[in-house]
């Protein structure tokens, strides 16, 4: 399956709403997140993309794919090769963030850091996904 693709995007909801640790982990998480690519028209995203997670006390209540600019009350953004080196578990989320190559374009480190844990969830069902 290919990253920030329909496809990719339905079978994370899914798995998110499958793991047990993850609805432990967020259960006081309400709102989205959006995980977005900056755009790289080489490489099919002319005008960038984002899969947006509706998050809700520890369930993905649904998922879209949109081109472009995402709404969402947190949106992190990389390039492509950034997100394949995450998504691979060659680069943490939190060492991409400091170095700046993920970058939280909406929403604050301070409102996230509550959800630590449920951020590394997270990121760990996506990595089964990918």
Same mark, same amino acid.
């Given at each position: 399956?290919?990253?920030?693709?329909?496809?990719?995007?339905q079978a994370y909801c899914r798995k998110l709403n499958e793991s047990e640790a993850y609805r432990?982990?967020?259960?006081?998480?309400?709102?989205?997140l959006a995980l977005a690519v900056r755009p790289d028209p080489a490489l099919g995203f002319p005008k960038g993309a984002a899969v947006v997670l509706d998050l809700w006390h520890g369930a993905c209540r649904g998922?879209?794919?949109? *081109?472009g600019e995402a /709404?969402?009350?947190?949106?992190?953004?990389a390039? =492509?090769?950034t997100w394949q080196e995450v998504l *691979?578990?060659?680069? /943490?989320?939190?060492t991409a963030l400091m170095r700046g =190559?993920?970058?939280?374009?909406?929403?604050?480190?301070a409102a996230l850091a509550p959800y630590a844990q449920a951020a590394q969830e997270l990121v760990k069902v996506a990595r089964e996904v990918a």
């Open positions: 399956m290919e990253l920030f693709q329909e496809a990719w995007a432990k982990a967020a259960a006081t998480w309400e709102g989205s998922v879209q794919v949109v *081109e /709404e969402a009350d947190f949106v992190i953004e390039d =492509l090769a *691979e578990g060659r680069l /943490e989320p939190l =190559l993920l970058e939280l374009k909406r929403g604050s480190i």
